[in-house]
C-alpha cells in the first residue's frame, strides 16, 4: 500500500491519509483510539478507499510517525510518508540563492516590489513606462526595503493580450542592466517566454517569475536551470486572456497544489535546484472572488509541498470587489489585511506595488508571530 498524505482542513490541525485497505483502517482508528486523548480520528469511505482524518494539535500530530513506528501492524510507509509530511510543512529554514545574491527568507518575511514597465497594467500602467522614471521607482523600492524588484514587459491582467516578444525586450531589458549592475539586491524578470526571460538572465536577472507555473514555454524550465536561476513557480488556469471567463474548480486547494507539485516536478525534471523554487497560488489568475478568498484561508496547506510560499493580492480586484473600492490604488488597507494574514499562514515573500507601506505590515506581523 502506498497511502498518501495530506494536511487539510483549515489550518494545520488535520492530517488526512488516503488510500487505506478497511484493514489498515481499522487498524489505525484502533491505535489512535487507545491513545491518552488529543488526537481524535475519523474515518470515510471515498473512491481511493478508506480515508482516515487524525486531528489533534499540531504538536500532537507531530508525534504520529513515532506512534505509527511503535506499532508493528501499521505500515512503515505510513510513518516514512508522515514524516516526510510534516517535515515539509514545519520547515521555516528556507535559503534562496539567486545567482549570488541570497535570500535568507527563514529569517524574516522578504518584500517584492513590483515594476510594471506597461502602458496597461491594471493598477500602474503608464506610470513607469520611461526609463528615468522606472529607474527612479526602482531605486525607491529599494530605499524603501525591497528586498527583490520584479519588473515586467508584459501586463497579465484579465483580458490582456500578449505582448510581441521584441517589444517585450525592449521594455525590460536595458532596466534590467541597469538596474542588476546597480543595486544590490536580485532583480526577478515577470515573463512566461523562455527566450525572453534568457535575455533578462543574461542581463542580470537572477529570479524568473513564471506565472504559468513553467508551462506556457516548453523551453523555460531548462532556461532556468541553464542559467542557475531563482524561480517563482505560480498557478493559473487558463491564459491571461481568457482566464476570469468561468473559473471552475472541485476543490480549489486541492488542484492549484497539484499543478504546483506538477510545476516543480517539471522544474526538477529540467534540473533546477529544488532549492531555488519558490510556489505561488496566484491570486487572480483564473479564479473567482470565493476561490481567491479560499486560497487565503487555507493558505498554510501550501507549505505541504515544501518551497517558501509568495503571495500576490496587492491592490487585487477580489479586495475592491469585497470592499467596493473600485480604484486599484486606494485598496491599500484591503492589501494589508491579507498580506498580515497570508504572513500568518507562512507566506515568505510579498509581492506589492506600496513597498514602504507593506514592508511595516511584514515587520508588525514577523514581530508577532516571532514573539517568544
Ligand atoms: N500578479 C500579477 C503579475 N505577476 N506574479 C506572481 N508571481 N504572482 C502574482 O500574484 C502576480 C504576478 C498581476 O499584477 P500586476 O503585475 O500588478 O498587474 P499586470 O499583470 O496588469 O501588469
Do not use: W
Not at 529607474?135 to 483580458?159: C, N
Not at 536551470?225 to 505560480?234: H, K, L, N, P
Not at 471552475?248 to 525534471?269: K, N, R
Amino acid at each position: 500500500m502506498e497511502p498518501l498524505v495530506r494536511i487539510v482542513g483549515d489550518g494545520a490541525a488535520a492530517v488526512a491519509i488516503q488510500g487505506l485497505t478497511p484493514e489498515h483502517a481499522s487498524i489505525l482508528r484502533d491505535l489512535i483510539r487507545s491513545l491518552d486523548g488529543g488526537i481524535s480520528i475519523s474515518i470515510r469511505t471515498t473512491d481511493k478507499g478508506r480515508e482516515a482524518l487524525l486531528t489533534g494539535a499540531l504538536v500532537r500530530l507531530k508525534q504520529l510517525p513515532d506512534i505509527f513506528r511503535s506499532n508493528p501492524l501499521v505500515p512503515p510507509q505510513m510513518a516514512q510518508a508522515t514524516t516526510a509530511l510534516l517535515d515539509k510543512y514545519l520547515r521555516t529554514d528556507y535559503s534562496v540563492d539567486c545567482r549570488g545574491k541570497v535570500l535568507d527568507l527563514g529569517s524574516r518575511t522578504h518584500i517584492m516590489g513590483i515594476l510594471n514597465v506597461t502602458p496597461d497594467s491594471f493598477s500602474d500602467g503608464g506610470q513607469y513606462a520611461d526609463m528615468d522614471r522606472a529607474l527612479a521607482h526602482a531605486r525607491e523600492m529599494g530605499a524603501q526595503g525591497a528586498d527583490i524588484i520584479d519588473i515586467g514587459g508584459e501586463s497579465t491582467r484579465p483580458g490582456s493580450e500578449p505582448v510581441p516578444e521584441d517589444e517585450e525586450l525592449l521594455r525590460i531589458v536595458p532596466l534590467i542592466m541597469r538596474l542588476s549592475a546597480e543595486l544590490p539586491i536580485p532583480i526577478s524578470v515577470d515573463t512566461y517566454k523562455a527566450t525572453v526571460a534568457q535575455k533578462a538572465l543574461e542581463a542580470g536577472a537572477s529570479i524568473v517569475n513564471d506565472i504559468s507555473g513553467l508551462r506556457f514555454s516548453p523551453d523555460m524550465a531548462r532556461v532556468v536551470a541553464d542559467y542557475d536561476a531563482a524561480v517563482v513557480i505560480m498557478h493559473i488556469q487558463g491564459t491571461p486572456r481568457n482566464m476570469q471567463q468561468n473559473p471552475v474548480y472541485t476543490d480549489v486547494v486541492t488542484e492549484v497544489m497539484a499543478y504546483l507539485e506538477q510545476s516543480i516536478e517539471i522544474a526538477l525534471a529540467a534540473g533546477v535546484d529544488q532549492e531555488k523554487i519558490i510556489i505561488d497560488p496566484g491570486i487572480g489568475f483564473g479564479k473567482t472572488l470565493e476561490h481567491n478568498l479560499l486560497l487565503l484561508k487555507r493558505l498554510d496547506e501550501f507549505k505541504a509541498l515544501g518551497r517558501p510560499i509568495l503571495l500576490g493580492t496587492s491592490r487585487k480586484k477580489f479586495i475592491g470587489t469585497v470592499l467596493n473600492i473600485p480604484v486599484a490604488e486606494q485598496r491599500i488597507q484591503g492589501t494589508a489585511a491579507t498580506l498580515a494574514l497570508g504572513i500568518g499562514k507562512g507566506a515568505r515573500v510579498l509581492r506589492v506595488h506600496d513597498v514602504e507601506r507593506m514592508s511595516q505590515v511584514a515587520r508588525m506581523t514577523d514581530a508577532v508571530i516571532r514573539s517568544a
